[in-house]
């Protein structure tokens, strides 16, 4: 059935609500066949073997129930969470508006999720490493938000390294969402060394990739001090970024609600910090560019801006679930269209 035509009854439902009975109708998903590989648009990134480089960014499989299924709509990986060591719910609801005129949405969730003791169970009983043909599966970490306001909030993420790291091909440390106070804070640098000491340390001899995810409401010194902690540190890869704060022009009844938004209005702004991590990094740190990407021209715009990967989410719900796969049909298409011949051609050629 076309996304137009169920896309009228799902907006009729409260925008949690839908997301709901979204995860509920891919659990009933057999698992697909692993992704054939793709010559022109497979990479290798951080170690890791990217089948094609569209991702599904943190947020939507926040407890890590279907993430093992995303490649059967199209993704060359899966980023599920974000998990914090204690189960909590969140914020009060409402706390998801979906900002249509503007194909946008504003969240305030508040790291909801069950906590990582019950999805490492539930990961585990699925995994399967990439090496026998799994999916590629990231694991997006946080504090619980009585840690961070009690100032323990490293403690928490050295504890989810801990806890997540065997079971995921890669580790996102997510300092960036706006919707727990104080979260923030640990992106300047004192803050960051302290934090990335930790998190590394925690790893100790093993080989997860460790990756950060930042914001876009950075000003200059703040992605120069991001980019330097970074490769002190020897950060596995940058996703940039995560929702903003701030409020361009919106048309939307809903644009002053409380939150991060996402979606379209991002577009401009999280380019824009993408290019400025690659000025300062070069080929040093590998780039995950994330926030408004819905066609594959935004796409194909992040990598040639030096992002190696994409991830989206927002898109999805004015898209519909198969966005990932018409975005990878196109940046094919793109590519053909300008002689590129391998996605590693593409990134970066448009930053100097």
Avoid: W
């Avoid at 704060?245 to 991002?266: D, H, M």
């Avoid at 021209?297 to 992040?302: P, V």
């Amino acid at each position: 059935m076309s996304y137009r035509l169920i896309r009228p009854l799902l907006f009729a439902l409260d925008a949690e609500r839908a997301h709901h009975l979204s995860i509920a109708a891919l659990r009933l998903m057999p698992t697909p066949a692993p992704l054939a590989p793709d010559a022109m648009l497979e990479s290798v990134v951080a170690g890791i073997r990217f089948p094609n480089p569209v991702g599904l960014a943190a947020g939507y499989d926040k407890d890590g129930r279907i993430a093992h299924k995303m490649h059967g709509l199209g993704f060359g990986f899966a980023e599920l969470g974000t998990l914090t060591p204690l189960a909590q719910p969140g914020n009060p609801q409402p706390r998801l508006f979906r900002l249509v005129e503007d194909r946008a949405v504003i969240n305030r969730f508040g790291f909801n999720n069950g906590g990582q003791g019950a999805a490492a169970d539930r990961i585990a009983r699925y995994r399967r490493p990439v090496e026998s043909g799994g999916p590629v599966i990231g694991i997006n970490i946080g504090a619980n938000k009585d840690a961070t306001a009690a100032g323990r909030g490293i403690a928490d993420y050295a504890t989810g390294v801990t806890c997540m790291a065997p079971l995921a091909d890669y580790l996102t440390v997510n300092i960036s969402s706006p919707n727990t106070p104080g979260l923030r804070a640990l992106q300047g640098r004192a803050a960051l060394d302290d934090l990335l000491s930790a998190v590394m340390a925690a790893r100790g001899a093993g080989t997860t990739p460790i990756f950060l995810k930042v914001a876009p409401d950075l000003e200059p010194a703040d992605v120069e001090d991001i980019a330097a902690a970074c490769i002190d540190h020897r950060v596995d890869a940058l996703i940039v970024s995560n929702t903003t704060i701030t409020r361009p022009a919106l048309r939307s009844a809903q644009a002053s609600e409380a939150g991060g938004l996402s979606g379209a209005p991002l577009t401009g702004l999280s380019l824009a910090r993408l290019k400025d991590f690659r000025r300062l990094t070069g080929t040093r740190l590998p780039l995950i560019g994330v926030g408004g990407i819905a066609n594959a021209e935004q796409a194909y715009a992040r990598l040639r801006a030096g992002a190696s990967l994409v991830q989206l989410y927002s898109a999805l719900v004015y898209e519909g679930p198969y966005l990932a796969k018409r975005i990878n049909a196109g940046l094919k298409a793109l590519m053909a269209r300008d002689g590129v011949k391998t996605i590693g051609e593409a990134i970066g050629v448009d930053v100097q």
